[in-house]
Structure formats: C-alpha cells, structure tokens
C-alpha cells in the first residue's frame, strides 16, 4: 500500500512546512488575492494578468495514456496609454513561466519533483487567453501523479520586465514560498524539457478556437 504524504509536508530543511492544496472552489475564491504586480508595472505594462488556472487529466484522440494538462487563463486590456504596443488593444511578446511541484509515489515512498517551463506569445488581443502546458504521460504514470500540482507560480512578463506573479495557495506563507523557490532553483535543471508548452506537444491542434499563436520555438503536428 501506498504511504501519502502527510498534511503537512516538509519541502527543504525539515523546518518549512507546506500544506497541500485546497480543493478548486476554495482555490477560486483565493484567485483574486494571489496577484502580485511589479514595481512600475501597473503604468505600463499592468494591462495582464492570470485569471484563473484549471489542471486535468487528458488523452491524445481518445488514448489511454493521460497527460497533466495545465491550463493557465490570461486577461489582456486595452491600453491606449502603453508606448510599446503596436495598437493598444495587442500585446506582443508576452511570456507564461509555469514553475510546479509536483507530488510524486515510486516503491511505496513519497516525494516532489520540480518543473518549469515558458511559453512565448506573438500578440494577444484583448480579452481572454488560454496558455497550456503538459506534462507528459510517461512522468505522470511513472510517478503516480495526481491531476494538479501540490504548489505552482505562474509568472506573466514582457521584454524583461516582469508583469505580475500568480500563487498557489499553498506557498502564501513567505518562508514556504521561498523553500519552494529554493528546490526549484537546485532540483529543476534535471526535469528541464519535461513540461512542455502546447505548441511542443500532440495537442497542438486540439484546441483550434481558442489557442494562441507561440513564437521561438518549431511546432510539433499532431501524431496520428
């Protein structure tokens, strides 16, 4: 029988305790309280931030291998006053960084893994926007994940300045939110490629009216 990790799970020194995370309605009544803009922002570049963020389960064409799709919902407005637009109700060059933990249950044992992943955007008309991420069938079934992240940040920036910043509850505390970071920084490089943006993955075209155009990177076509 599997071991779950307790409610209250250690993330770096055995000092930091992190809770997990709550269910989706108590997570959508934090949403609104989780956004944080940059110094400087709000004047020029505050016009987009995370709306929401949903996590499931999904399969290639009916398939029964289950991907960990992260869905992450963008709002861009208007901005008649931003210099750098084009037309002020595009933004160009916008960048998704998702950063998750991700409970993990190999041989009876419990643990985390790190990942991170960007996504970069050619233009965003005003309005919403849905930016996805997958992780793929084999790491979720390899490491008996579940269908959401234990934590995440979501991280919305644009020619080097960074936007805003979207948390999981589960990293308000800021000790918590920094033993999180630390791991990261130190256990991620081994999981980079891993996570992917939609354009890197067979659901490319799984989404037609309501996926954005990527830049940066080659697209991969869906696999037949």
């Known amino acids: 029988m599997i071991s779950r990790l307790p409610l209250m799970q250690v993330f770096a020194d055995q000092s930091l305790p992190l809770p997990l995370p709550p269910s989706r309605s108590i997570l959508a009544a934090l949403l609104l309280a989780v956004l944080t803009v940059g110094v400087g922002a709000a004047k020029s570049f505050g016009s987009a931030y995370v709306r929401e963020t949903n996590f499931s389960l999904v399969d290639v064409n009916g398939g029964d291998d289950k991907w960990l799709e992260c869905e992450i919902v963008v709002e861009v407005r208007r901005d008649d006053g931003d210099a750098e637009r084009k037309r002020p109700e595009y933004m160009d060059d916008l960048s998704v960084e998702l950063v ?24 965003l008309r005003e309005g919403k926007h849905y930016i996805r991420f997958y992780l793929p069938y084999e790491i979720v079934k390899r490491d008996a994940m579940g269908r959401e992240p234990h934590s995440f940040i979501v991280r919305l920036s644009r020619g080097g300045l ?12 800021t000790n918590v939110k920094e033993s999180f970071l630390s791991r990261v920084g ?21 989404y037609p009216d309501s996926t954005p155009s990527f830049r940066g990177r080659g697209l991969v076509q869906e696999k037949n």
């Open 100 to 123: 998750m933990g991700m409970e993990t249950f190999r041989d009876r044992r419990s643990g985390f893994e790190f990942f991170r992943s960007d996504a970069q955007l050619v233009s």
């Open 162 to 173: 960074e936007l805003g910043e979207f948390i999981s509850p589960s990293l308000a505390r």
């Open 186 to 206: 130190k256990e991620s490089a081994a999981n980079e490629g891993i996570l992917l943006p939609q354009n890197e993955t067979p659901f490319l075209v799984m």
